[in-house]
């Protein structure tokens, strides 16, 4: 792997700028060449996500931090600078958004109206997400982040579907919802920027310089409650949750896989990194009520996923619940259940896109998503059961895939902290066997019926996000290190850069 | 008496009149010419700006300033006023006589703004402010149209322009009282305050706030803008509101900084107001150029939390905010020109599917009201993140977040014409034919808009050169 | 090769482990590969276990090596093996069964089209299963734990179709999660507190901790994974259903291997269970109840596969109760022995069921014993077998539960566990006399199975027979010797011996009366105690009480939760939604275009200004005001 | 009895008072023009008399009050050929009838 630590190459820029260009091509190409748009997007998500292997593997874990990096001074008075740069914890998120960008194409191989419009606003959306993984600085960040929001509501109002509500109003919810949410946070992160040059004289958007400011601890719980409201809305919450299984629903098969799977973990990495390594005395006042708002989430959620009829609204709460776990990792502020919460988002971020996929591969030829309406399709069509059963399998923590790994080191590290909230988080378990296998069966098993005989199976191109997807699932899940290890380097060395583990006293 | 200070308001009036002489030779109807010739002679304006752009020099004493911020702000004028003219060349309704007198007000309105930025005394303040004011009950009224409620905008204009400034000279006039003074420098080294005193600042606050638009004193925004013809409406919202800003903050920043405690407060609630009720008001409109106008009044709004902020990055962001909110604005009303140039219609739902029959429009609306709600990477998000970083460095969080909260708010009516252009029900798929210096302008707003959002260094640093010399 | 086969045991279940992944990839459309190559794997591993015994009785010492499987600061969570004579044992056990079922798949699953796909399934089952035994930490545990599980799922629902195997298989998943859910947090109070999950570790350090009142909570809750796993009661509801599957299936899974896996565990973990007498009293009792209430409902049932399902549960209660009153040794030795002759009682039941093309209902059979000698001969072994015969194997073993009860004082569960004896060998013969010696039924023609199937009977048959004597007390070296906890130690009660045999053989008379004789009309004992028949025939409702509660309170809490998703927090952001577009319409409204009203509201604001400014702040002098300067 | 500044600055803030009063509540349009003229003569006022009595040294506040008659002036001109113009397109000068621009 020497050939890739090159200092001098921007693996990163390429990384992050591929799919732009790809969409600024697009632009140029004729709305009729439906298959060149196509394999445009899919080769310039391909290139993405063969160089963010490349560095996954190239990463160096025994000097860990940021690697990587580039600098270019972008906006000189505000002290802004164009800065990438990967360490354990946005190593893996950036893996994660380029598998999934690279399904989500293949899975909306099928579209056929505006496909043009439709692989440009999908790059877009996949250059936003990943840019907000691999960016050190807090602008640029929060840049990335704003972005993704309009290309998402116009994929929805378009490319939707309307069942329980309206796509319409799906969209808006979501697209308003998460952009209050981001008020909050934007006015967090200026009061952050503003603060550090009152007490440093130096205006700074650099996470990692802004980590060293030292905050008073009253504008640390401020800060962070700011900052929380909007990656907690993000990250759905209780009960800031409910844009999420509606948008789910309303949105196209690649919006909800990238939705769910990436861009949903911005909210998590976001309370990780800036959140928690910024503001650790406000991360420490505000903990105990994110660990009981998360234990609402596990339960509350996975209960209601009990009594959904919709496919994408199990999914879509059962992100909700997933969620939970994350944030009760993130929550109990020490180095084991933080490497549980990334390794979780990451776990559940294949595991739902690979869901999402099917979802809406299945939707596509039936044109229902209603659970009652299915049964037996196991018989029909084999593979999509198997993506269906991979997924869910993955969903409710079987071990051998990857979600386990994650799962296990959430509940360790939370456990010596939160012992109640966690015992009663962990019954989750059982509530999201009961609704996936439930679904599962409804859906899979049963009876072979005539109305769907006509069902074509998975083939071609729609093979790539199951291929992709469940690699990842089970390679992460057999072999954990791979995954559990760079996020280890990476949480370690921010706790010991930092000093976090003296701030925050305890939960070691 | 350095009479080459004021080179640039020379040449202005001279165009102006030149302008006027120009009309009466040229064929009745023609309009392009004349365009062109008030185009490039406001080009020219803009370069004997620019060239003298940072300097500092006052003429009669400090009686009428010529510096950076003066300039950025003559500037903005200018090109707004370009803009508006390029405009115009799609604009089918006849304009002011059918040539060039409505060319000719417009830039003796530009030549008051130009006077009222620049005014470092009371009565070149009044003055200019004055020349604009008249200038645009003319041009709001549109004596040569048709159109009743172009009329009627302008006596509504006219009534509640003239109760305004009579009673912002009032509050002048007990300030020349209290003070002994119309230099508003000399006016900062009185220290004490009377009630008489006070009187004087809350009038001439209502004047400014009446003329920026600001809650409580926006009503008449409104229906003005939906009345006026439209080139003009963009005029309006776009500099005038500068040009009052422009006034606004040097007056209250120079005459009043020692008293600073007191108005500041003030002006946060009429900011927080403003946000609030410009985007709520937005929510249920289904005209556009009504809807359009509301959200300028929210743009007030987020302008004078930089006043709050009341500092060199305060002052600032409100020169940078004001220079994007013009490209943004301009592009928006634009769009709404040569829509209605077709269909000759405002309502929002006419616009169904309008992203089929000309996609050009379609992107500068949606960039436009992208810009103006401040999403990135689009130049409303650098603007508010100058603003608001300002007024947080001040202590003002609660005013930010209130900002941030309501410009988001604000994505959902601009949405809700979004949803419509690209999904509305398409009943006319005509493809909309657009005149060159449409597509100009068009173009020009929208790649700016982005620009500017995604590399603002280059006007970040102009704008801060202009506000150091607030200070 | 024994000395490899110890010092690489990991090899064991990875051999399985790769006929999976060759399956799934590349065998897929041909069966006949498929299992060949399933049970060319499997055959290896039983050979390497059989290295793995050798060396253990050669040295009985614990052979532990293992690899990090992912760690950080304060977790390390390993992969490994440790070889001891109880998990050779097992290993043994488990592979020999597992590859003496597939062989018997191969005749009993001949023409299914899931041919090929079933042998991945038995495959990764044997993987997982043998992960599961040779793993030397609880998290490796844990993990092969709901591998297992899954395997279940999986061939439980393996006929998928039937919406009774679909629903079987689901609940066999979510019980075991419960009891997994305590299992779990057991795992994690053991983490947190000793802060390391290695078997050989924590067996140190757990004697020499104080705390008991938490240890006890923590081995409680270890031990509902296995009541979960082994079908304790009260989650043992599963188990009869999970005989939705294949027979071999239930054969290997939900008889020999998978449900003893929670047997195991607790003997694995003794360590932990010792050190709390509490807790081992539950486990006693829990298993004496189960034992007891599962053989109460097996003589009311009819399904020849749920008759040896609730038989089941009578064993691994009758091993838990081992077990719980401290025989370590009987409760392994019995796992042993029920694996050879229960895992032959269920082949022998599929081959019957393969004969009547999948009749299930004793009473729908009959008059087998002529046409099957192989099959009827090697049931009754087994029966008797299970019935506690002399010399049988289980004979053996039940003697030295029984004992362990007696002599550590438990005489209650003694007496339980007599009686459980009368009535296995009741229920047994009922079975065995009215199936193979019943009337036979004229549209059944029934025909004595391939020898593909024959050959595992009668090789199980041979180890119901003689598998129990290597725990002949008499032997100076016998199974105790190896297996045990604390020490070991030999010992026999001739008048256990006797009476167990009495009471056996009186339930085979009992039985022989009543079915075969019927002497003793069954029928109207039933009709006698009608209340009791029933409420044992409906398996003391417990399925009903469940499916209750799951649709009542369970599913009804995801109702009330959905409600209030949609009304009260989407309410409360529709409703904000709402309000907001609510007052932006008065706001509009307020503009009411009359140019005087304007006029005034902008007189009225510089008065609220004023106003505002003077009361703010009085020392402007505002407020003053009127009275002129 | 001397007439001092307060007496002048008594009469225009009546004044003034009377020509808010008379912009507001006056329906012809004609009649508004002339209360904003009564508000404008009440500066002017005030700017003298101040001059006379705070500042009589400079002759600025004279000055200002030329300006402000001027622009009045202008500002008049305007008015009354606005209402002219409503008056053609509506045959009214009442300010009531003018509310097609609302809400």
């Known amino acids: 792997m020497d050939f890739i630590t090159n200092p001098g190459f921007p693996y990163l820029s390429v990384i992050l700028l591929t799919p732009l260009v790809g969409a600024l091509a697009l632009i140029f190409v004729p709305r009729e060449e439906v298959w060149t748009i196509k394999a445009i997007a899919a080769v310039s998500t391909l290139v993405s996500l063969i160089l963010s292997v490349l560095i996954f593997l190239a990463y160096d874990q025994t000097i860990g931090g940021m690697q990587f990096k580039e600098d270019i001074l972008w906006i000189k008075d505000l002290g802004v600078s164009y800065s990438l740069g990967v360490d354990g914890i946005s190593l893996p998120l950036l893996l994660l958004t380029n598998l999934i960008g690279f399904s989500a194409v293949y899975a909306s191989w099928n579209n056929k109206d505006r496909v043009k419009e439709f692989f440009i606003l999908l790059l877009i959306l996949i250059t936003g997400v990943m840019g907000t993984f691999v960016t050190r600085d807090l602008f640029i960040f929060l840049l990335f982040y704003e972005v993704v929001v309009i290309p998402i509501y116009i994929m929805v109002i378009i490319w939707g579907s309307t069942k329980r509500v309206t796509k319409e109003y799906a969209g808006m919810k979501l697209t308003i919802y998460l952009l209050i949410g981001s008020a909050f946070l934007l006015a967090g992160m200026i009061a952050l920027y503003v603060n550090a040059y009152q007490l440093t004289g130096v205006r700074t958007m650099d996470i990692e310089s802004l980590m060293l400011v030292p905050f008073t601890e009253h504008f640390q719980i401020i800060g962070f409650l700011l900052l929380g409201i909007g990656f907690c809305t993000l990250i759905s919450m209780w009960p800031f949750h409910s844009w999420s299984p509606d948008g789910y629903a309303g949105a196209p098969t690649a919006v909800s896989m990238i939705h769910a799977g990436v861009l949903k973990k911005i909210g998590g990495y976001g309370l990780i990194r800036i959140g928690l390594f910024v503001l650790p005395a406000g991360a420490k006042f505000w903990a105990p009520l994110i660990a009981v708002l998360a234990v609402g989430n596990v339960v509350y959620a996975a209960v209601i996923c009990l009594v959904q009829k919709d496919l994408k609204y199990v999914v879509g709460y059962s992100s909700v619940s997933h969620m939970g776990y994350v944030l009760i990792g993130i929550a109990a502020l020490n180095v084991i259940s933080i490497n549980g919460a990334i390794a979780q988002m990451f776990a559940h971020g294949v595991m739902a896109a690979l869901f999402f996929a099917m979802i809406g591969n299945l939707y596509e030829k039936s044109h229902t998503r209603n659970i009652p309406d299915f049964g037996g399709l196991a018989n029909q069509v084999p593979r999509l059961a198997v993506g269906f059963m991979l997924a869910g399998l993955a969903s409710l923590g079987l071990p051998g895939l990857a979600s386990f790994p994650a799962e296990f080191t959430i509940f360790v590290g939370a456990f010596g902290v939160y012992q109640v909230f966690t015992i009663i988080a962990i019954s989750g378990i059982i509530f999201t066997a009961v609704y996936i296998l439930r679904m599962l069966g409804n859906v899979l098993f049963g009876p072979r019926q005539q109305q769907w005989d006509k069902l074509t199976d998975l083939k071609g191109p729609e093979w790539v996000p199951l291929i992709v997807l469940g690699t990842v699932l089970v390679t992460f899940g057999i072999f954990p290190y791979l995954l559990m290890d760079p996020i280890n380097t990476g949480v370690t060395s921010l706790f010991a850069r930092t000093g976090l583990s003296t701030v925050i006293g305890g939960g070691f | 008496m350095d009479f080459t200070l004021l080179v640039p308001e020379m040449f202005v009036a001279a165009l102006a009149c030149l302008l006027l002489i120009l009309n009466l030779v040229a064929p009745r109807g023609e309009r392009r010419g004349l365009v062109i010739f008030a185009v490039l002679g406001i080009l020219a304006a803009i370069a004997v700006v620019a060239f003298n752009f940072d300097m500092f020099d006052g003429f009669l004493g400090r009686m009428y300033l010529v510096d950076a911020y003066a300039s950025f702000f003559k500037i903005l004028f200018l090109i707004a006023a370009l803009l508006v003219c390029l405009t115009t060349m799609n604009y089918y309704k006849p304009l002011a006589g059918e040539g060039g007198e409505a060319y000719t007000i417009m830039l003796f309105a530009t030549l008051g703004m130009m006077i009222l930025v620049s005014a470092g005394e009371l009565i070149t303040l009044y003055v200019g402010l004055e020349l604009m004011t008249i200038s645009f009950y003319i041009l709001t009224a549109n004596l040569a149209g048709e159109d009743a409620r172009s009329s009627e905008a302008g006596l509504k204009y006219l009534i509640l322009g003239a109760i305004s400034s009579a009673v912002m000279l009032y509050g002048f006039t007990l300030l020349y009282g209290v003070t002994g003074t119309t230099m508003i420098h000399e006016i900062a080294q009185f220290k004490e305050a009377s009630p008489a005193f006070w009187l004087g600042v809350i009038f001439a606050l209502s004047g400014f706030g009446f003329k920026i638009a600001a809650v409580p004193f926006h009503m008449w925004a409104p229906d003005i803008y939906e009345g006026a013809p439209t080139p003009v409406t963009i005029f309006l919202a776009v500099a005038s509101k500068a040009a009052g800003f422009g006034v606004f903050v040097r007056f209250f920043l120079t005459a009043f900084p020692q008293h600073a405690d007191h108005w500041i407060p003030v002006i946060a609630i009429m900011a927080a107001a403003t946000m609030i009720l410009g985007n709520l008001a937005a929510i249920p409109q289904q005209n556009i150029k009504r809807m359009l106008a ?154 700016l808009s982005i620009i500017l959002g995604a590399y603002p260094g280059p006007l970040a640093e102009l704008a801060n050169i202009a506000a150091r010399f607030m200070f | 090769m024994i000395h490899f086969a110890v010092q690489n045991s990991w090899l064991i279940p990875l051999m399985p482990a790769i006929a999976f992944a060759i399956i799934v990839f590349f065998l897929r459309r041909t069966p006949q590969a498929s299992a060949f190559f399933s049970i060319s794997c499997i055959s290896v591993s039983f050979l390497l276990s059989l290295g793995v015994v050798a060396g253990v009785l050669m040295d009985p010492a614990a052979v532990e090596s293992s690899v990090t499987w992912f760690s950080m600061p304060g977790l390390t969570v390993e992969m490994g093996t440790l070889i001891d004579p109880i998990s050779g044992m097992m290993v043994f056990v488990v592979s020999l069964i597992a590859l003496l079922v ?196 097996a003589i009311t049932q009819n399904d020849i596969k749920r008759i040896l399902a609730y038989s089941t549960l009578s064993q691994l209660g009758y091993m838990v109760m081992a077990l719980g009153v401290g025989g370590l040794t009987a409760s392994m030795f019995h796992l042993m022995t029920h694996a050879f002759f229960k895992a032959l009682l269920f082949l022998g039941a599929g081959s019957v069921i393969h004969a009547l093309q999948g009749k299930q209902d004793i009473w729908e059979m009959g008059g087998l014993a002529r046409k099957m000698p192989i099959t009827t001969k090697t049931f009754i072994i087994g029966s008797l077998a299970l019935a506690g015969i002399f010399p049988l194997a289980g004979f053996w073993s039940k003697d030295e539960i029984l004992l362990a009860a007696q002599s550590n004082g438990f005489t209650g569960l003694y007496l339980i566990g007599s009686l459980v004896a009368f009535l296995t060998a009741f229920y047994m013969f009922r079975l065995v006399f009215v199936a193979f010696y019943g009337q036979a039924k004229p549209n059944n023609d029934p025909h004595e199975s391939p020898a593909v199937m024959t050959t595992p009977l009668i090789i199980l048959g041979l180890l119901s027979v003689v598998g129990g004597l290597v725990g002949m007390p008499w032997l100076s070296t016998n199974f105790g010797s190896y297996v045990y906890f604390g020490e070991a130690h030999h010992g026999y009660s001739l008048m256990i011996m006797v009476t167990s045999t009495v009471i056996a053989l009186m339930g085979i008379y009992l039985a022989y009366l009543m079915y075969y004789k019927k002497t003793i009309s069954a029928s109207a004992i039933a009709n006698r105690f009608k209340a009791i028949y029933t409420l044992l025939y409906n398996k003391y409702y417990i399925d009903e009480i469940y499916q209750w509660g799951i649709n009542h309170i369970v599913d009804g809490a995801g109702r009330v939760a959905y409600w209030i998703d949609l009304h009260v927090v989407d309410g409360v952001v529709n409703g904000l939604a709402k309000g907001t577009r609510q007052s932006g319409t008065i706001l509009r409204y307020l503009q009411t275009g009359q140019t005087q009203h304007y006029g005034m509201v902008l007189v009225a604001a510089v008065v609220v200004i004023i106003l505002l400014l003077g009361l703010l702040d009085p020392s402007l002098g505002i407020s003053a005001w009127g009275g002129g300067n | 009895m001397t007439i001092t500044l307060n007496h002048y600055l008594l009469l225009a803030g009546m004044l003034f008072c009377i020509g808010l009063y008379g912009a507001l509540a006056k329906q012809n349009a004609i009649s508004i023009l002339m209360g904003i003229e009564l508000m404008l003569n009440a500066c002017v006022i005030n700017l003298v008399a101040f001059n006379r009595f705070m500042a009589p040294n400079h002759l600025v506040g004279h000055a200002f009050g030329l300006f402000v008659i001027a622009l009045a002036a202008a500002e008049v001109a305007v008015g009354l050929a606005l209402v002219l113009t409503v008056y053609r397109d509506l045959l009214s000068v009442n300010i009531q009838d003018f509310d097609w621009l609302k809400w």
């Open chain 2, 294 to 447: 509301y959200s300028s009044i929210a743009q007030a709004g987020y302008l004078l939390v930089g006043l709050v902020a009341a500092s060199e990055a305060g002052v600032k962001s409100i020169l940078f905010y004001a220079m994007i909110y013009v490209f943004a604005t301009v592009g928006a009303f634009a769009v709404t020109i040569a829509f209605n140039n077709v269909s000759e219609s405002d309502d929002i739902a006419d616009y169904s599917g309008l992203a089929r029959r000309s996609p050009l429009l379609a992107v500068t609306l949606l960039v436009c009201m992208l810009s103006m709600a401040g999403i990135p990477p689009l130049a409303g998000f650098a603007g508010k993140f100058y603003l608001f970083s300002a007024v947080i460095e001040q202590g003002f969080l609660w005013l930010a977040i209130i900002g941030l909260v309501m410009s988001m708010l604000s994505v959902y009516y601009y949405l809700s014409v979004v949803r419509v252009m690209y999904l509305g029900e398409v009943t006319d798929y005509s493809a909309i034919k657009l005149k060159g210096s449409m597509k100009l302008v068009l173009y020009v707003c929208m790649v």
């Open chain 3, 102 to 297: 597939q062989i018997y798949s191969v005749g009993y699953m001949e023409n299914d089209p899931g041919y090929s796909i079933y042998f991945a399934y038995q495959s990764l089952f044997a993987m997982s299963m043998l992960g599961l035994v040779i793993a030397n930490n609880f998290v490796q545990m844990f993990v092969f734990w709901e591998l297992v599980g899954l395997c279940s799922y999986l061939l439980i629902g393996f006929w998928f179709y039937k919406i009774s195997a679909r629903e079987a298989a689901k609940k066999a998943f979510v019980t075991n999660r419960v009891g997994d859910y305590g299992f779990l947090l057991g795992i994690l109070f053991l983490q947190i507190i000793f802060g390391t999950l290695n078997f050989t570790d924590l067996a140190q350090i757990i004697p020499t901790y104080a705390n008991v009142g938490l240890l006890t909570v923590i081995a409680l809750l270890v031990f509902t994974g296995p009541i979960g796993k082994s079908g304790q009661f009260p989650l043992h509801v599963w188990l009869p259903d999970a005989m939705e599957g294949p027979t071999p299936v239930s054969a290997l899974i939900h008889a020999a291997t998978m449900v003893v896996a929670g047997v195991y565990l607790i003997a694995r973990a003794f360590f932990l269970f010792a050190a709390v007498p509490t807790a081992l009293q539950v486990i006693a009792y829990v298993g004496g109840f189960t034992a007891l209430f599962a053989a109460t409902i």
